[in-house]
């Protein structure tokens, strides 16, 4: 078992103990626990890194080998620099260097020439002198005391020089290398890096980089932590990855580019790991909850590894899931991964709609609440159907919360007693969709609260709310689609789902679509992952995970997880629900849709006339602004681009062409000084929204 096997069983949860059918169990299923704690040494800041884990000492140890075997080397290059360093200060001096210059800015030098002739004649015979004196003193030292004398005297002039040598920031006649510590791993050349900054113009020409961390082995690559020039931003490097790339001369899938956050960390503060090969080839890893008995859907889901072998978890409760990618990129792996973890929880219930019709989803038709797989008109009224009947549930949900104890649901949200208690009937429930295009495209005609609509058009506005008002009440939307694009997942569908995942797509319109508005202008393009790459895609977790709670986003390898394993996933999950008494629905051979109240239905989704789809970033000027659009006259450019986290230059030109200009207006400041900025006035605005909405209609 080697040391990834072994991280990964020790976070797993443990074997659970038989439930027999006369036991009384009082308290909660046991929660799968996570080994993270480390020893006091290791969280100590003053433990050299060298003794906090054998990795670093061999590490150190390694380098000081290197270290030693190098010395000759450095010392003699050392001395030459220093010779040349010395040569060049000893010219300058008996030319009169510092003297001609200041006569030439005084523009004097005609005046001071016999001056400087002078002292000129003068420095060279004091040159003469010193030579001769020093001369006659090793001639001496030699007579009386033999050659060692000139030995001694020979390697203090060597010292001297070296230390006279050495690389230093600013010092004349060298180029600028790393500052901080010069105690640098042997393969990785701090030169190399700051003329690669600078070579992909993230850097300037005279600015230079400082060293946080050595450069140190981290996996199968090496890492280095640095600190940027100031005023240049973590977020421009990231943007510009392939750039620095290139310069490194690495292919882009070797390089990894973070922003340290958090405490330690600022908006020029990088992280770098370089893999010595590409980390996404070879075989694809197993799941690990092929090897557990059940799982709490509590807990994030083992989803995958990122380049640097880190295992990656997704949390599914308290948000949604998209899944966007091109056919045969490992769209429907990565959606049954996360539904894995569900369904090997006794207590979640799963609403699984395939739009694709195959053998995909077949397996779980044996744990389903509600089940539905084919594309027929038949299986999209289902599919309403079922969700209407969860509309109402999560209505009938919070109904139930506001008259709990405050000690039982103290938050008006669903907790962990609650899901698992049988008698609020309140379990996680997660709605899983695979080619959710193939219903929300449908055209069918139909009447929704006294409005014409489609039947697609219609699931769109229920998924929306059971992503906008269901996480609180347990219930988990997970989206898949081959078809990433405006017309197929609309904007208010869209922006209500938390977590993001774009494998390969077609170009970067799609990828924006799947991870967020302007996402390949910060750095994340799944339009640039390679074909081979299958599996590989882009997480934008709405949650912590085990990369850092401060992510935007990260390139992440998901598990492998084949049609029998799969299959064996379903019969567990079968099994323990038939132990803990909670199969229920079509799994428990009961496809009925309870009866429900429509008009109750309908007034939650609104007055029955669907919203009309605003293009971004409108859209979300117009979420930002909220009730202010109708009380605020002026909104300046810069609090827009820092709220919805955009590049100015795209943002303008988007505004532009939906006729939102950028104007000059007076602004009263914190201070009370009155400034000219530039930004949107409001009334423009509303009137954008207002024409859009006449030209599209509802939609």
Known sequence: MNGDEEAVNASLPVRAEPVYEAELVDDAPPVPSFVSGRLFWQRSRFVPVAFKSRQALKQAVRDVLVGLARSPFTFAGAVGRGLVVCARAWRRWVRVHDYREAAEQA????????EIRALTLFRWKVSGAVAAAAGVVLLVADLVYGSLALWIAGGVGAVALAIAGRRKDGAPGRKAVLAGPRTLTWTMDPQVLVDAFRDAKL????????????????????????????????????????????????DEVQLIVERVRGRGGHAGRVFLWVADEDPYSGPPRRTPLLDVEWWDAWQPVPFGRDARQRRIDLPLVWTSLLIGAIPRQGKTMAARLAAAGLVLDPHTRLYVFDGKGGKDWKAVDDVAHRFVCGDELHHVEQVRDYLVELVAEVQARYARMSALDDEICPESKITPAISRDAGLNMPITAVIIDEVQVFLENPAKIVVGGKKTTLGEYIVDLLAYLARKGPAAGIVVVLATQRP?????PSRLRSVLGSRFALRVMDWRDSNIVLGEQMNTRGYDASALLPRHKGVGILRPDGDTDAGADSLAMTVWTDYLANSE?????????????????LSGHAAGDDTARPIDSAAVVKALGTGEQAVDLPEPLASVVRYLGDEIDEREFVPTAELVEALEVEATAFARQMGELGCRPVRHY??????????VRGYLVDQIRAAVTEISSETGPT
Do not use: N
């Open 107 to 114: 523009e004097k030098l005609a005046d001071k020439f016999v």
């Open 485 to 489: 694009d405006s017309q197929t997942i």
């Open 566 to 582: 799969w299959q064996e996933i379903c019969a567990r999950g079968r099994t323990l629900r038939e132990s803990a008494r909670t």
């Open 203 to 250: 850097i300037g020409k005279d600015e230079s980089l400082r060293l946080v961390e050595r450069a140190s082995r981290v996996g199968a690559g090496w890492a280095i932590t640095v600190d940027l020039p100031a005023t240049r931003k973590a977020a421009d490097v990231i943007k510009h990855r392939d750039a620095l790339a290139s310069a490194l001369a690495v």
């Open 667 to 676: 602004v009263s400041a914190d201070d009370g000084e009155v400034k000219r």
